[in-house]
């Protein structure tokens, strides 16, 4: 828990488990009939995971982009923290620097969160080291989505191929996760909330 004494609002983390359950809430709309049909004239409500959407659907996608770049964000240190408890690795400097990558003193976000950071916990755990392909593809979606959403950019003439490419990027990242941390410390049958193959199947 944290607060802002001069804003009187207080602060805690999304329970994990929400984030795997938005994220997966989301990816299944993005999949889906529905999702194809809501970048379509006439514009139509889209009833999108916390929430429904009664404007025009660049925006809500943007949201939804927004929302789910963080939450894979607030995700991997989570699992990190918990990798480095059950490996017994744990220790308060270590738990500082998951939570402040940028100490790691790289100059590109995608360094330290998804390189030193998890690299600091155990070597093989760099998404470098996993998968060079990803890691570079994960460069590449920092600098032209995650950065122009994160600083006012927002989605513009949509395609469903382009939104699906976007959202299943960050399904590799939660795939790459789940290859060293068990959902299942997440929750009891929380395996289920990585299986982003059901959400490739059209949904009305």
Not at 95 to 109: C, L, M, N, V, W
Not at 139 to 165: D, K, W
Request: with cysteine.
């Amino acid at each position: 828990m944290s607060d802002s004494p001069r804003f009187e609002l207080q602060f805690s983390n999304v329970p994990v488990v929400n984030l795997r359950r938005e994220f997966l809430a989301t990816h299944q709309l993005i999949f889906s009939d529905r999702g194809e049909r809501a970048i379509k004239m006439p514009i139509e409500p889209i009833d999108a995971p916390l929430f429904v959407w009664r404007g025009m659907p660049e925006p809500c996608f943007t949201v939804l982009l927004q929302r789910s770049i963080a939450g894979v964000e607030a995700y991997l240190p989570a699992a990190l923290i918990e990798t480095a408890f059950i490996e017994n690795r744990l220790s308060p400097d270590l738990i500082d620097k998951i939570r402040e990558p940028f100490s790691f003193g790289s100059s590109t976000a995608v360094t330290n969160l998804y390189d030193l950071r998890p690299a600091a916990v155990r070597p093989d755990l760099s998404l470098k080291i996993c998968s060079r392909v990803l890691y570079e593809r994960t460069h590449c979606f920092y600098n032209q989505i995650r950065n122009p959403v994160s600083h006012g950019g927002q989605i513009a003439n949509p395609t469903v191929t382009a939104l699906r490419e976007a959202f299943g990027h960050i399904a590799k990242l939660y795939e790459w996760i789940d290859s060293w941390y068990d959902l299942e410390h997440v929750w009891p049958g929380g395996r289920i909330l990585g299986d982003f193959r059901t959400a490739t199947v059209s949904q009305s």
